[in-house]
Nanobody
Framework: QVQLVESGGGSVQAGGSLRLACAAS????????MGWFRQAPGKEREGVAS????????TYADSVKGRFSISRDNAKNTLYLQMNSLKPEDTAMYYC??????????????????WGQGTQVTVSS
């Protein structure tokens, strides 16, 4: 059974920073495409970022490019999302996701088989 456990969410003022973490098994961290999605109330899920296995090729949504950074620490079996220059529109539940194999070229929710429970990020103006 694959478990993805997110942490690091919270409330922050606009312009601030947060770092999300996702703990997973070593197999998942080293063998899977992993990423982050988010969903705000009343809105559709949105892909935020992904990182591939091996060389760790990254993909970002246009809305977060230059502000967010995804990384993976294989030694700690953990995926991270560093979020800087946060905006109120970044407020959402953030989900860690994974799928065995390689990442697709776009962030499509249906391509990810494993989802965490989510961690809330709230950005106030």
């Amino acid at each position: 059974q694959v478990q993805l456990v997110e942490s690091g969410g919270g409330s922050v003022q606009a312009g601030g920073s947060l770092r999300l973490a996702c703990a997973a098994s070593r197999y998942i961290v080293t063998s899977s495409c992993m990423g982050w999605f988010r969903q705000a109330p009343g809105k559709e899920r949105e892909g935020v970022a992904s990182i591939g296995r091996g060389y760790g090729t990254t993909t970002y949504a246009d809305s977060v490019k230059g502000r967010f950074s995804i990384s993976r620490d294989n030694a700690k079996n953990t995926l991270y999302l560093q979020m800087n220059s946060l905006k109120p529109e970044d407020t959402a539940m953030y989900y860690c996701v994974a799928v065995e194999g390689f990442c697709g070229t776009r962030l499509i929710a249906e391509e990810y088989h494993y989802w965490g429970q989510g961690t809330q990020v709230t950005v106030s103006s």
